[in-house]
């Protein structure tokens, strides 16, 4: 059994909207997050807070991972959205995302007090983080974050922000003006290095125009490219899409599962590298297409 945690669609979720949140727990996105943060407005935080301790502990999730974004390390709402969720729906929650780091520190805020709490409560360590790369700040030091919890499983780009703090100019050019190619994918790359560097998942983040599904699968497809492992949905309509491109094709299993067999096969003969189709096999192989295979089965696509 593979031990690979999917996170192939990250569904959004608004903490105020209860029957947004029971929903959600009917759909078949791998991580649901209810949202503390930007989808509730400031005067509506401290009640949605109860929303998400009931929804997590009343709600059937299945296989899905619970998650809770809070709100940033420098609001006055962060430190009890994860004292009150925890204290009361502590068994209930997998992931903490993190919002707006601009550095390690905020990262360390929250295990702190995460840690803290752990012993307040006599709990075992379980609760994990995400974190948003969202201000030009993170983003300069993207790789010092990824590397800095052992908490942290997963980077989250986060485009909106990101795009104000850099200064892009929405909207500016068109046509000819428009920006020549994928106006991200700096920004993709050096996260998803930095995430593959330490070991932990690299999320592409939200589309915001969900009525039009061939945009966003063409996003998915992008970003399935470069090594991200998922994306955000910000609305339902876009979890099949999801699942299904970060998922391995029929073909890609193929060619792994070859690629796979002709290096153990010629392993097993004393050889350092063999062949198939015309093409080299080496240990190379392995790295490139094993993980194919593991993906395959964790996402049900491959059955042995």
């Known amino acids: 059994m593979s031990d690979i945690r999917l996170r192939r669609s990250e569904l959004a979720v608004p903490a105020s909207n209860t029957k947004m949140i029971k929903k959600s727990a009917e759909s078949e996105a791998d991580l649901v997050f209810l949202d503390l943060e930007d989808a509730v407005a400031p005067p509506l935080k401290e009640e949605a807070r109860k929303n998400v301790i009931e929804g997590l ?19 006055q709402w962060a430190a009890d959205d994860v004292i009150e969720v925890v204290t009361n729906a ?30 307040k409560l006599g709990l075992e360590p379980k609760i994990k983080f995400e974190a948003l790369i969202e201000e030009s700040k993170a983003l300069a030091c993207v790789e010092e974050i990824a590397a800095c919890s052992p908490r942290l499983e997963a980077l989250i ?16 050019a068109s046509g000819d003006d428009a920006y020549p190619g994928d106006l991200w994918h700096a920004a993709r790359a050096r996260m998803i290095a930095a995430c593959r560097a330490n070991d932990i998942d690299a999320i592409d983040g939200p589309y915001a125009m969900f009525n039009n599904p061939d945009g966003y699968r063409q996003q998915c497809n992008w970003s399935s490219s470069m090594g991200a492992v998922g994306k955000w949905c910000i609305h339902p309509s876009q979890i099949e899409i999801a699942n299904d491109v970060f998922a391995p094709t029929e073909k890609e299993i193929a060619i792994a599962k070859a690629q796979v067999d002709a290096y153990l096969k010629s392993a097993e003969g004393g050889e350092g590298a063999g062949s198939t189709g015309g093409m080299l096999v080496d240990a190379a192989t392995l790295r490139l297409f094993q993980p194919v295979l593991d993906r395959a089965r964790a996402t049900g696509r491959l059955k042995d």
Request: glycine share 8%; no cysteine.
């Open 157 to 172: 780009l986060g485009f909106g922000d990101l795009a104000a703090s850099l200064g892009i100019r929405v909207g500016h």
């Open 90 to 119: 502590h068994e209930h929650l997998d992931i903490i995302i993190i919002p707006k780091p601009y550095a390690p520190r905020d990262i360390w805020f929250f295990d702190t007090l995460l840690d803290q709490l752990e012993m």
């Open 57 to 75: 502990k009343t709600l059937e999730w299945g296989d899905t991972l619970r998650a809770v974004r809070v709100n940033s390390a420098d609001t």
